[in-house]
């Protein structure tokens, strides 16, 4: 039983190392045409987001900013505040 799970994944890594030798053998100008080629193969299979969707990412992109700028303003306030009451005390 345990010999009928096993994979062969030989075959696979000889079909990868095949598309290598092709793409070895083209030239410059076929690789780069080749490769436009898959681009735009693969960006047929995106799924492109809704106007709805972008518009929600977009709102809680900028609402984590504004948070952020808000914390980094505050720990900044407080930091130059502590700074300035150490050099008074000193100087």
């Given at each position: 039983m345990a010999e009928e799970k096993k994979t062969n994944s030989a075959p696979a890594k000889a079909a990868a190392a095949v598309k290598k030798d092709?793409?070895?053998k083209?030239?410059?100008v076929d690789r780069i045409k080749t490769w436009f080629r898959e681009?735009?193969?693969d960006l047929k299979k995106v799924v492109w987001p809704t106007r709805k969707q972008m518009i929600n990412?977009?709102?809680v992109?900028?609402?984590v900013?504004?948070?952020s700028a808000l914390g980094v303003w505050?720990?900044?306030?407080?930091a130059s505040n502590l700074v300035n009451?150490?050099?008074k005390l000193i100087g």
């Open positions: 092709d793409n070895a083209l030239g410059f681009m735009k193969s990412n977009t709102l992109s900028v609402g900013m504004l948070v505050v720990f900044d306030l407080i009451g150490l050099l």
